[in-house]
């Protein structure tokens, strides 16, 4: 569950447009070969053995409750410690809960429907059908690209080692498929979302964070030095000579955009910060030796009516008029200037070596085994701690829907997706909205300015459910059976052109962010949409067959934190219609960030690791942590509308209202390698699932009456202690 925007600023800009994965279609209809050797095998016994989860007959299953923990001392373990310690992780995971858990079942339900077009004539195949097809087929057939060796890379290689001045090279980096320290796309303006205009960014890291660059501890230097030997094999697949000593070069360019360019990740979540509008003379002024211009030219981006930059360094009245504190401008780098400065300082050869491997590790996963083991030995085993690569057959399916998800997900949501589910989803929707706006209505520190804001933003909410009723048919993109890196470059080609395309265009509010098949959901703050695909709206979210207070408990609960987000403490800052502007009175607004202040401090007294000096980031984390508290709030006063003038049961010993927030830590039931553990407390703004079960619970009033929670339990606060936000 997440922000949109808030993922774009997230992560660097120029990752998120050249290195995400690309939607491409097109149909084949040439002939191809037997395809039953290929899936052989591929419905391996790992998968068989995965762990399950059991909801029993309303929900949630009794038997997983454990009655030695008490509620009031760990929510998340009387809920669910019982399934974490009766199912230790299988060694392709480096976390599993329910979510993963989901995320396989739509996994399986895919290559279901990979079995049954494989099962056909391939002359009964539609077009769309044989794409779909040729995209895991290609993906799969791991002795063919093991066979092809570096030969389909070796010309866009090439390429980059023969570009003979910067010029050159930035051009190539403006070209789709290839990866780029900088660059552009086109997106909603935050400001105008009545319009389009591009964004301008970088990125560069090689690391997930610019943090792993600055970490001298004993595990940090290792990562570092597992980092270097990365570099050094891939350079030495490509043909250098030395590839120690360029490993060395390209780490210390990584180096210096994470020591003195990129800025902390919790700072980068400030939308005040975050929205610079030049002209393309004003970014091409401070270009460098980086020819800005033509790269704009090329990207397809001449048409913009600006560029959005998200890190520019603040001015001396926006640190004022902020009030951004020391402590602040000290995780504020020089951002887009100092990147430009800095490529136009680095040697051209430093620069042709970090864009090779750049090539070679995106793309580890259809070059020969060598590069994708040691690409998953890095970012698998070392940073995730996960000891097994995902079964080939798992990949080819995320391979498949990176490259044409919808039409894969046009297949799914025929087969999985009931009309009933989305008609009790709206039901639920409209609860939710009631009972935000009745919560609204009795907020006591909001002026009545403020509130006839609110209200119009949640009157103007868009809910989308399952899926885009236009889904994407990407037209003019074809997938060439047994291609797997040109079908990518092709995708990435189609991707561009879609993308730019947009500018001058009305908005398509239709357009989603996520496949169908996906278990997630999404809010989106210039279009005032929340989003839940048809993926999540299964167990233990949603079932028609489940008590009504588990569905509250848990997709109302998901709906709430979705709808939260357009109220967090940078979705506020978005009004009715999406633009970034500040509908709030200035004593209201502090009255909203002391409540958030008081969240963080909550939250940063969670520390799980290094006997309690490695916490959780509740700054980084504030947005998700008021989606959460706030949206169970949202959900326990809509399940109350729901159930007004019912008679609600006891059901195997458990209130209506226990069981609401049995379902909501249910939810959170996950277990993960240490590991993945520290990557995520460094890069996810997400705190960790026990954290997002206990954490939320203990500040609202109606959970300590459901379970008795005292003084002297561990998670108590006292009433004055309890933040309520929405």
């Known amino acids: 569950m997440k922000t949109i925007s808030a993922a774009l600023r997230g992560a660097s800009l120029a990752a998120l447009i050249l290195a995400a994965p690309a939607l491409a279609h097109a149909a084949d209809e040439g002939a191809d070969a037997p395809i039953d050797p290929l899936l052989q095998g591929t419905s391996d016994a790992a998968a068989a053995a995965l762990p399950t989860m059991s909801f029993g007959t309303w929900g949630v299953d009794p038997a997983l409750i454990d009655p030695s923990v008490k509620p009031g001392d760990d929510f998340n373990a009387y809920v669910n410690r019982r399934w974490i310690e009766a199912n230790p992780l299988p060694p392709e995971f480096s976390r599993l809960g329910a979510f993963t858990l989901l995320g396989e079942k739509s996994t399986a339900d895919v290559r279901a429907i990979m079995d049954e077009l494989a099962a056909r004539d391939r002359a009964s195949l539609s077009g769309d059908e044989r794409r779909i097809l040729d995209a895991y087929l290609s993906y799969l057939d791991s002795e ?76 940090g230097r290792a990562i570092q030095q597992a980092y270097k030997s990365y570099l050094a094999f891939l350079l030495g697949e490509a043909g250098y000579e030395d590839p120690e000593q360029e490993a060395e070069a390209v780490y210390a360019f990584e180096e210096r955009i994470a020591r003195d360019v990129a800025w902390d990740r919790a700072v980068r979540r400030n939308r005040d910060l975050t929205y610079n509008l030049l002209s393309a003379d004003e970014l091409a002024a401070i270009g460098g030796k980086v020819p800005v211009a033509a790269m704009i030219e090329a990207l397809g981006l001449a048409a913009s009516p600006g ?104 297949e799914y949501v025929a087969r999985h997706f009931p009309p009933e589910n989305k008609a009790a989803m709206e039901e639920l929707v409209a609860n939710l909205r009631r009972a935000l706006a009745q919560s609204i209505d009795e907020i006591t520190w909001m002026s009545e300015a403020t509130k006839a804001e609110a209200r119009a933003k949640l009157a103007s909410f868009d809910p989308k459910i399952g899926y885009r009723p236009n889904l994407e048919t990407y037209e003019g993109l074809a997938i060439t059976p047994g291609e797997p890196l040109a079908n990518r470059m092709a995708a990435a080609r189609w991707q561009r052109a879609d993308n730019v395309r947009k500018l001058g265009e009305p908005i398509d509010r239709t357009e989603w962010f996520m496949l169908p098949q996906t278990v997630n959901a999404y809010y989106n703050p210039t279009k005032n949409e929340i989003v839940f695909p048809a993926g999540i709206l299964q167990p233990p979210f949603f079932s028609l067959s489940h008590d009504i207070a588990v569905n509250y408990g848990a997709i109302g609960a998901v709906i709430g934190h979705e709808i939260g987000h357009g109220f967090d403490d940078q979705g506020s800052k978005s009004d009715a219609k999406g633009a970034l502007r500040n509908w709030w009175t200035e004593e209201d607004r502090k009255a909203f960030d002391a409540l958030g202040d008081r969240l963080v401090a909550q939250y940063n007294a969670f520390c799980p690791l290094d006997e309690g000096k490695t916490c ?23 399940y109350k509308l729901a159930t007004k003038d019912m008679e609600v049961p006891v059901i195997d010993g458990f209130t209506g209202d226990q069981r609401f927030f049995l379902a909501w830590a249910q939810v959170w039931r996950s277990t993960q390698r240490e590991e993945n553990y520290r990557n995520r407390l460094r890069t996810d703004p997400h705190s960790p699932e026990e954290y997002r079960a206990n954490g939320a619970v203990r500040n609202l009033d109606a959970w300590y009456e459901a379970f008795g929670v005292m003084p002297g339990d561990k998670l108590y606060l006292p009433p004055e202690e309890r933040v309520r936000i929405w």
Not at 626 to 637: K, N, Q
Request: proline share 7%; net charge negative; hydrophobic share 45%.
């Open 144 to 219: 063919a690209i093991e066979a092809a060796g570096l030969a389909p890379a070796r010309p866009h290689l090439d390429r980059i080692l023969a570009a003979p001045t910067l010029e050159a090279l930035a051009l190539l980096w403006a070209e789709p498929g290839y990866a780029a320290p900088i660059g552009g796309a086109v997106s909603v303006d935050a400001k105008q979302p009545d319009r389009h205009i591009a964004n301008f960014g970088f990125g560069g890291l090689g690391l997930p964070d610019r943090e792993y660059y600055l970490d001298t501890s004993e595990k």
């Open 307 to 410: 560029f959005v930059v998200a890190l520019m360094p603040p001015s001396s009245e926006e640190i004022a008029a902020l009030k951004l504190d020391a402590a602040t401008l000290e995780k504020i780098g020089t951002g887009l200037p100092g990147m430009f400065a800095l490529l136009s300082e680095t040697p051209l050869g430093v620069l042709k070596a970090w864009t090779v491997k750049e090539f070679l590790s995106n793309h580890a996963g259809v070059l020969p085994r060598r590069i994708d083991e040691a690409n998953f030995a890095l970012y698998g085993k070392t940073l995730r701690g996960q000891p097994e690569q995902r079964p080939r057959w798992k990949r080819a399916i995320a391979e498949a829907e990176g490259l044409i998800g919808e039409l894969v997900g046009k």
């Open 616 to 638: 959780v980031n509740g700054r980084l984390t504030l947005g998700e942590n008021i989606g959460d508290v706030g949206g169970l709030s949202m959900a326990w006063r809509a």
